[in-house]
């Protein structure tokens, strides 16, 4: 499946984070945002469920959530998205065979998110 397919369905979770940012700013505990988005989730109608990273050592027993059966959507709330942990997301994304990942930063004065391929980072 090429990469294009998924982008109308990132900027629909684009959009849901952008949202939740505009609620809550920065400074929560990851927990509420995980809450929040579970709750918008659910709202709009976007098909997801919430499991547990085990595969990879940075994201083990972080949970993530699985958006219309092929996105992983992860949560931060780091002063900044540093390339390292991008580097680590991209790297649980192909432990466990993911196509594709967003990964949102709400610690920062600014939302921050990355999309990211099984092997790139998505612009």
């Known amino acids: 499946m090429e990469k294009n397919s998924y982008i109308e369905e990132i900027n629909k979770l684009v959009e849901v984070g952008n949202y939740i940012y505009k609620q809550l700013g920065h400074g929560c505990k990851e927990s509420i945002y995980k809450e929040v988005l579970e709750l918008e989730l659910e709202l709009r109608n976007i098909p997801y469920t919430r499991t547990k990273f085990e595969s990879h050592k ?3 027993g972080k949970e993530k959530f699985l958006c219309f059966d092929k996105i992983f959507v ?11 942990q991008e580097n680590t997301f991209m790297n649980s994304l192909r ?5 594709i990942g967003v990964l949102f ?15 790139c980072v998505l612009q």
């Open 58 to 60: 940075r994201f083990t």
């Open 74 to 84: 992860g949560l931060d709330t780091h002063s900044f998205l540093s390339e390292e």
């Open 105 to 119: 930063n709400f610690g920062y004065k600014n939302m921050q998110y990355i999309k990211v391929g099984g092997q």
């Open 95 to 99: 432990d466990v065979k993911a196509p």
